[in-house]
């Protein structure tokens, strides 16, 4: 226990080394840091795209939202629900983690989401699909 004088000249019994403040300006201390914090994570999320509240941001900022439209995850689990198999290499996606497989369109349009156009791949068989080790030759 140590005797120290807080900011606002109060004096104070401490229960260690680092206690700066007496218990009024601890507590008026710690409302200013967490208004501070509230309003630097509201700044970021601005400055991010987001809207108001937590999470990604809404409508065409939203990272999910491309082409004019958005696709909800739950319409690809859905899909994978009904397949569960790669549809090329026929491994088990349900053994995968969601970012480990992918719903693909097979003509490419992605408005275009008939069951018919849709296709669950694993993420292996889906860069061979669109080629993407070329990219790194060119």
């Given amino acids: 226990m140590y005797t120290k004088v807080c900011n606002c000249g109060t004096e104070f019994t ?3 080394p680092a206690a ?3 218990e009024e300006c601890r507590d008026i201390r710690k409302d200013e840091v967490r208004k501070q914090n509230r309003e630097r994570n509201a700044r970021a999320r601005r400055a991010n795209g987001c809207k ?3 999470g990604a941001p809404l409508g065409e900022l939203h990272p999910n939202y491309k082409h004019g439209f958005y696709v ?3 319409q ?3 899909y994978r629900d009904k397949v569960r ?3 090329r290499c026929s491994i088990d996606t349900w053994e995968l983690s969601r970012w480990h497989w992918v ?3 097979k003509d490419h349009n992605h408005s275009n989401h008939s069951e018919s156009n849709l296709e669950l791949l694993c993420k292996a068989c889906h860069a061979t699909e669109h080629e993407i080790h070329s990219n790194f030759y060119k």
């Fill in 14 to 16: 401490s229960t260690g």
């Fill in 20 to 22: 700066r403040y007496c």
């Fill in 52 to 54: 108001i509240g937590r």
């Fill in 72 to 74: 909800s995850q739950t």
């Fill in 76 to 78: 690809t689990r859905k």
């Fill in 85 to 87: 198999y790669c549809e």
């Fill in 103 to 105: 719903t693909h369109h």
